[in-house]
């Protein structure tokens, strides 16, 4: 059971737009800490996708984008093209276990 | 260019020692604090240990602490996990990250992982 809460699965048809949610509590979103999106391919190492809530590392395509609001926070992609299938991780920090701590992972499908 | 290698997985029995080294170029290492994350087969991310460009401060997830210790030597340029009493479920792969701060943690570049799979 992961402290932050997503959807364990995503879908949708290229072109169009998803967002995938990172639900927490008092002690690490809505206690005011940011939240951080990774995106993996089976295999692979995790990439940076976005950090700081809504910033976009170098290189990141601006079709990814975050948000925050409350105890929440939200991935979205827009344009959705086959070559995001992937698997898309929240993070943010929770002050009652002075660790980070990572969303349960969102397995995103362009049908 | 940011690198970061990890190394040291290796298949071992429940109850063993290991040390992953995680080696770090392309950043000056002594002025970033570091992070290993792992993850078990089929499973999500969780975060295990970070500690500080110093090393004086280090923070463990409550499943490793008192068996796993977190250190650096940064005239190597290198980072170090020592995992004791090792349990089927530390079996995952370990990876190595560059930690940042930003009203909390994240870690913005990660190595490629290296596995440690702990089985009798």
């Known amino acids: 059971q992961s402290v932050l809460t997503q959807p364990p699965s995503v879908s949708g048809a290229p072109g169009q737009r998803v967002t995938i949610s990172c639900t927490g509590s008092?002690?690490?979103?809505?206690?005011?800490?940011?939240v951080h999106w990774y995106q993996q391919f089976p295999g692979t190492a995790p990439k940076l996708l976005i950090y700081g809530n809504t910033e976009r590392p170098s290189g990141v395509p601006d079709r990814f984008s975050g948000s925050k609001s409350g105890t929440s926070a939200s991935l979205a992609i827009t344009g959705l093209q086959a070559e995001d299938e992937a698997n898309y991780y929240c993070l943010s920090f929770d002050i009652s276990l002075t660790n980070s701590v990572f969303g349960g992972g969102t397995k995103l499908t362009v049908l | 260019e940011v690198h970061l290698v990890e190394s040291g997985g290796a298949l071992v029995q429940p109850g063993e020692s290991l040390r992953l080294s995680c080696a770090a170029s392309?950043?000056?290492?002594?002025?970033?604090?570091m992070t290993w994350v792992r993850q078990a087969p089929g499973k999500g991310l969780e975060w295990v240990a970070n500690i500080k460009q110093n090393g004086g401060e280090k923070y463990f997830v409550d499943s490793v602490k008192g068996r796993f210790t977190i250190s650096r030597d940064n005239a190597k340029n290198s980072l170090y996990l020592d995992m004791n009493s090792l349990r089927a479920d530390d079996t995952a792969i370990y990876y190595c990250a560059r930690q940042r701060h930003r009203n909390g943690w994240y870690q913005d570049y990660w190595g490629q992982g290296t596995l440690v799979t702990v089985s009798s």
């Open positions: 008092s002690s690490n979103i809505g206690a005011g800490y940011d």
């Open positions: 392309g950043f000056t290492f002594s002025t970033y604090w």
